[in-house]
């Protein structure tokens, strides 16, 4: 069960979580190859996660989970195409740069109906990437939704923490993340591959909140450069007191 992931992981916070019956997902994570994608791999796989790495070409996804290799539980990586990992998951997290965005999910499609969608994706227009700069349509969680349709469940998270932070050897990090999406359920089963991989997941509100979480991802680019820190991110300060309210 999903909620034993997240309770075996190393610190794994007990924030905010919901008990969830299905069993342990598959995870593909869409251009998985890069820096937040192969972090991201590497802790999941070591919380006794399937993964798949997906890349346009298969030869770079197999390039990947070779490089990972001593380093995550045996035989818990794979590396496939970015479609046909898609389509075997359970839950498919996109990690991809903004100025790839919407190329990748409009070939995708068909692949992610009926899955759950966990877009990563900061709206980074280079070369002032320090300086917020949101899409059109608000966020670029909301785009993902709008161009797949009711029959993929966008949720919303890991925009606020370093790629290099991930990929180091610590388990749990100094960093919480926000979670956003209109699915209750959605939602809390992303909390807990939130917790599975070392961190702590908020509740963060519906898919309209995104806006707020990759905004501040150009903040705190800005605060590193500024003040030199080596990877700034979130702590949500206080604690629950007391049954979830309503999301209404």
């Not at 309770?7 to 919901?18: D, E, K, N």
């Amino acid at each position: 069960m999903l909620s034993n992931v997240a309770a075996s992981a190393p610190h794994a916070p007990s924030c905010r979580r919901l008990p969830i019956t299905d069993s342990r997902p598959t995870i593909a994570i869409l251009g998985g190859t890069g820096a937040l994608g192969a972090g991201l791999a590497r802790r999941w796989a070591n919380a006794d996660l399937d993964v798949i790495i997906g890349s346009r070409a298969h030869a770079k996804a197999a390039a990947a989970v070779r490089s990972l290799k001593g380093r995550v539980s045996e035989g818990r990586l794979r590396a496939m195409e970015n479609a046909e990992a898609a389509r075997a998951a359970d839950v498919v997290v996109l990690t991809v740069p903004f100025a790839h965005h919407e190329t990748t999910l409009a070939g995708l499609a068909d692949a992610l109906q009926g899955k759950i969608l966990v877009d990563a994706t900061v709206p980074l227009v280079p070369p002032k990437v320090n300086r917020v700069q949101l899409p059109p349509g608000g966020s670029a969680a909301k785009a993902a939704q709008a161009l797949l349709g009711d029959g993929v469940t966008v949720v919303s998270a890991f925009q606020n923490v370093a790629a290099h932070k991930l990929a180091s050897e610590d388990g749990a990090l100094d960093c919480d993340v926000l979670v956003s999406g209109d699915k209750r359920e959605a939602r809390e089963r992303v909390i807990g591959l939130v917790a599975a991989a070392g961190l702590k997941g908020w509740h963060a509100g519906p898919l309209d909140n995104s806006v707020a979480a990759e905004a501040l991802t150009s903040v705190l680019i800005f605060m590193n450069r500024h003040y030199r820190i080596d990877g700034a991110g979130l702590r949500i300060t206080g604690a629950p007191a007391g049954p979830e309210a309503s999301d209404r």
